[in-house]
């Protein structure tokens, strides 16, 4: 079911890692922006064609955990994922954080 509603960075991070997860090698951003896409299926202003760009909103967000790394809530920043020379990986500290995020949403969805 496609995403309307206006995603940002924190709503991106787990579907990021999830990809990763998945996967089960280092990624490219381009790879990664592909995999979340088909994960979250985004629609609406997540779409918005960004100007003087060939992308669109979302793709943005992707290149934004990238480009704020050094931010400390950032799941780079963090050591969940490791960036280099443009690749993605996710860690074994991104893989317990995943682990621990999704119980959490399990438990509060399914309680």
């Known amino acids: 079911m496609p995403i309307t509603a206006k995603l940002g960075e924190a709503d991106i991070t787990d579907a990021a890692m999830y990809a990763l997860l ?3 090698c280092p990624l490219d951003t381009t ?11 985004p629609a609406g202003v997540n779409r918005t064609p960004l100007m003087n760009r ?24 963090r050591g969940y994922v490791d960036y280099d020379d443009g690749y993605w990986e996710l860690t074994d500290d991104g893989r317990a954080c995943l682990w621990r995020r999704m119980k959490r949403r399990f438990e509060r969805e399914l309680n």
């Open 22 to 24: 998945d996967a089960g």
């Open 54 to 77: 060939n992308d669109q909103a979302i793709d943005q967000i992707i290149r934004n955990i990238v480009s704020h790394r050094d931010s400390s809530n950032n799941i780079i920043c």
């Open 31 to 41: 790879e990664v922006k592909a995999r979340v896409r088909d994960l979250l299926e």
